[in-house]
């Protein structure tokens, strides 16, 4: 949900973190209680670059298949990453055979990209960006969720700090559909206020934890090589 494709495309998606809004779709805040996130680096859209790709797209190196290369020597970085026999790595391996350029180190690279930005949309409100990096369910929730902060005329002023661990936890194939779940730890700066400009929840100067632990799905038949956020959860 090619990670990025590895050269390619990349999806953009992802979620946001707002603590009793999104409680349900993100991840839960430990330490300095505050809302959600809100980057005032917010992506927005923004035109085509010199090649016709949107800006909002992030391309990765990708790896290439040599001819002739033994099957095993295309495991040797899923090996190095996961160890051999677990089911994280049977899992890795299968996406590889369905995708001959996935990578797992670039792919948590591209993720930990594609969360910054997801986050940035969801507090800027930008639902063209998100449209095109999440799942529609996951979509539609991101979507309801921003109404209705829009609808009580508030707004959410947040700095995006950076991302502490990112790791894969979990990864297999449903089908043809390669799924791969992370567990994503950040910091983020948030406050929200309501109309009058007051803050009404969370801290504009304090440092607050996030965890969340994120869905990417892709399908390996399809030419379409983004992967796109299809759940989330609070982390017990």
Do not use: C
Not at 122 to 138: H, Q
Not at 172 to 191: D, F, N, P, Q
Request: glycine share 8%; hydrophobic share 40%.
């Amino acid at each position: 949900m090619e990670f990025f494709d590895f050269g390619t495309i990349f999806f953009l998606i992802a979620a946001v973190v707002i603590f009793f809004q999104l409680r349900n779709v993100l991840g839960r805040r430990t330490g300095n209680e505050r809302p959600p996130f809100d980057p005032y680096t917010a992506a927005r859209n923004k035109p085509q670059d010199a090649n016709g790709k949107p800006e909002n797209v992030v391309s990765l190196p990708q790896r290439k298949r040599v001819a002739g290369e033994p099957a095993e020597d295309a495991y040797v970085a899923i090996d190095a990453f996961a160890k051999p026999g677990t089911d994280l790595n049977k899992g890795l391996r299968a996406i590889k055979d369905a995708d001959a350029s996935f990578e797992p180190k670039g792919f948590v690279e591209g993720a930990k990209m594609a969360y910054e930005m997801i986050v940035m949309a969801y507090a800027d409100g930008d639902r063209k960006t998100l449209k095109n990096l999440l799942s529609r369910e996951v979509f539609d929730g991101f979507v309801a969720a921003i109404a209705d902060r829009e609808g009580r005329s508030e707004k959410i002023q947040s700095s995006f700090v950076g991302i502490d661990k990112a790791d894969i936890v979990s990864a297999e194939m449903k089908g043809g559909e390669a799924h791969v779940t992370l567990r994503i730890v950040s910091e983020l700066i948030s406050a929200t206020r309501d109309k009058a400009g007051e803050v009404i929840d969370g801290d504009p100067e304090t440092v607050a934890e996030v965890k969340d632990v994120w869905t990417f799905a892709r399908d390996t038949r399809s030419r379409d090589p983004n992967w796109k956020l299809v759940a989330t959860e609070e982390e017990d």
